[in-house]
């Protein structure tokens, strides 16, 4: 008989308070797949609302309230929450709470607007009211959001690389499904669907390898044990450490979408329902650069030198190829994925500083920039022609003298991608360059002097989108829908969030600056 | 050199190369070559292949949710096994976190037995 091993149990440390606000947002998903189950089909789109948002709210309050008071490692080390992991889950908190409410908003119609309950069915017709009668309804996309958001704060708090592959696929595994449900263009939705799920696939093997190349290094995947193994290193294993670093941060580079891992945001961006576009933009990229400030600032810390020159060769090539790619694109959707990808690369640039402030900068960019993102995907989900949405540029000529709040509102949020003065986005590239340019060498400086004459070129774009909007003639048949009191609200709150930043940055990036201590 | 460790694995890799390409290459070389209309249909055992529905209609995949149900208790089997195995040592702890753990299963299971993944239709 075959005699197993059994060392004494040694029971982990679980800090329930530190995993309080990830267990109730993972929570609220499994009560949303019983409701999914067991709800009424009339009232399952309403209770599952309901749960999201509560499920959210009450996963900030704790955040707000416990996890605060309970800073530290946790679960043996696996689970790391300090002032970034707080800084970062709350923000994503809020964000996805927003994305939710857009998700949720139906247009006055009897479903969820932007998903359809059966790929096959053009909107409108016959065969996708069949579909509806049989019960086949797209609550389902609440409690995917909901273990997506969970997948993130875990991928902002992992404190060793096997936690960290677990979180990048509980975020990503729901965002390929979300991406394939838009109810119009199903086909380009389904199309991104797709490519976004085999070329994730790839970059999670990446990820995977890498992490055994480092496993193989440092005989431990625990961030902190890394770093120390990169200190007191033994020379033969030399060989394995750089490829598992670099191979580790294309798994994340890619989901942040920098150049060259960029090739599916573009596509996935448009073909994605526009609700969920927002939420991978904002969110995803959120919990990417988390993931990328822990694995720079804390696993691979001693090692930089060797694996700096790369990171910056990537962000120079994401912002030049971003902001021209930006210039060239006539879908209002692809024209943001451009400039989300351009946005990568001025993040980059603050996360090369090296220093405390620019861990700040970062997490302040990320939050400036998330909640105009999310603002401009609902309006996008809201101008509409021949009933699904006008993403066209062409078609939003004119569109400031039909309807000139929500023109003003997106003039706005453009103003606010641009970096213009007394937006969110000018105070956020002043946080992310100016670390950079303090704590960086050379290399950060001309870092910066590529960040801004990109932004200068993006810039352009943008006001290019607000000239159209106002000062040229109307055409064709463009409405804007009007929605909800709830989108209406998640819609206004992100644009005064975006203004608050950027005219009285200061409390935010006092916290983000209180907040911006690892823990190794 | 010859003693590296690795050398078996490397002539091993050669050899695996030589028998692939070998024997791929005999059987164009020497192999008949009397072709007729069966041996040009695409390879299947068993069954004809389905014909494809005039205009692309709807083609039923059934058999996916009977795999995805399997590989779900199929995941929780292999937890539950090094579980059982050391049950004694565990102590409480292990055993709610077994629960909590097999509950969260049986709620994806209630969710597909209630949207009708189990009806055969």
């Not at chain 1, 707080?86 to 964000?95: D, P, S």
């Not at chain 1, 989300?340 to 997490?363: E, P, Q, T």
């Amino acid at each position: 008989m075959l005699s197993l091993a059994t060392a004494d149990f040694q029971q982990a440390d679980v800090d329930y308070g530190a995993i309080l606000p990830m267990l109730i947002v993972f929570g609220g998903a499994l009560i949303g797949v019983l409701v999914e189950g067991f709800a009424p089909r009339r009232a399952r789109h309403s209770i599952q609302t309901a749960v999201s948002v509560l499920a959210l709210a009450a996963a900030f309050f704790a955040l707000a309230v416990v996890a605060q008071g309970h800073q530290g490692k946790t679960l043996a080390g696996s689970v790391v929450l300090d002032g970034p992991a707080l800084f970062l889950q709350g923000a994503l908190l809020l964000m996805a709470l927003l994305s939710v409410l857009m998700m949720a908003e139906k247009f006055g119609g009897e479903t969820p607007d932007a998903f359809t309950p059966m790929g096959a069915t053009a909107p409108g017709s016959p065969q996708e009211a069949a579909a509806t009668r049989l019960g086949l309804v797209t609550s389902e996309v609440l409690p995917l959001t909901l273990f997506s958001v969970g997948g993130m704060m875990l991928f902002t708090a992992a404190g060793d690389l096997l936690t960290m592959f677990v979180a990048l696929e509980v975020l990503s595994l729901p965002l390929y499904i979300l991406s394939g449900l838009a109810r119009r263009r199903r086909l380009l939705s389904q199309e991104a669907s797709l490519k976004y799920f085999l070329l994730g696939s790839f970059s999670s093997a990446f990820f995977l390898f890498g992490a055994a190349l480092l496993y193989g290094y440092a005989g431990s995947v625990g961030f902190a044990e890394i770093n120390k193994a990169i200190t007191t290193a033994t020379p033969q294993l030399e060989n394995l450490l750089l490829p598992g670093i670099l191979f580790v941060l294309v798994g994340v580079l890619f989901k942040v979408g920098a150049v060259p891992f960029h090739s599916w945001t573009p596509d996935v961006y448009q073909g994605a329902p526009s609700p969920v576009t927002g939420f991978m933009a904002a969110c995803t990229k959120l919990a990417a650069f988390g993931a990328l400030l822990r694995l720079a600032y804390v696993a691979f810390d001693a090692d930089r030198w060797s694996w700096r020159p790369a990171l910056i060769a990537v962000a120079a090539l994401t912002m030049v190829l971003g902001a021209i790619l930006t210039v060239t694109q006539t879908d209002v959707k692809r024209l943001l994925a451009y400039s989300a990808i351009s946005h990568a690369g001025f993040i980059l640039v603050g996360v090369l500083s090296f220093d405390r402030m620019g861990v700040a900068g970062v997490m302040f960019y990320l939050v400036a920039y998330g909640f105009s993102t999310i603002a401009a995907f609902a309006i996008i989900s809201m101008v509409r022609a021949g009933g699904s949405e006008a993403t066209q540029l062409s078609q939003w000529a004119g569109l400031g003298k039909r309807e000139p709040f929500v023109a003003v509102l997106f003039a706005f949020l453009m103003m606010s991608m641009a970096g213009i003065p007394l937006t969110a986005g000018f105070t956020a590239k002043f946080a992310a360059f100016a670390p950079a340019v303090a704590h960086g060498d050379r290399a950060g400086a001309a870092l910066v002097i590529i960040g801004v004459l990109a932004s200068a070129v993006t810039a352009f774009v943008y006001f290019r989108v607000i000239v159209l909007m106002f000062f040229n003639d109307t055409d064709g048949d463009v409405s804007v829908l009007s929605p909800s009191i709830g989108m209406w609200t998640a819609i206004i709150l992100a644009t005064v969030v975006t203004i608050v930043l950027g005219v009285y940055p200061g409390p935010a990036l006092d916290a983000a600056d209180q907040l911006s201590q690892f823990l190794r | 050199m010859l003693n590296n460790p690795y050398v078996p694995i490397l002539f091993m890799l050669a050899l695996g190369f030589a028998f692939a390409a070998g024997s791929v290459g005999a059987s164009v070389l020497i192999g008949p070559k009397r072709y007729n209309k069966a041996k040009m249909l695409p390879y299947e055992c068993g069954i004809q292949p389905t014909p494809r529905p005039e205009g692309g209609g709807r083609v039923p995949i059934k058999y996916y949710l009977t795999a995805m149900l399997f590989i779900i208790f199929d995941v929780e089997s292999i937890f539950l096994f090094p579980f059982a195995v050391a049950f004694n040592k565990l102590g409480l702890f292990a055993l709610v976190e077994m629960i909590l753990f097999v509950a969260t299963v049986f709620i994806a299971y209630a969710y597909v037995w209630r949207r009708g993944g189990l009806d055969w239709v």
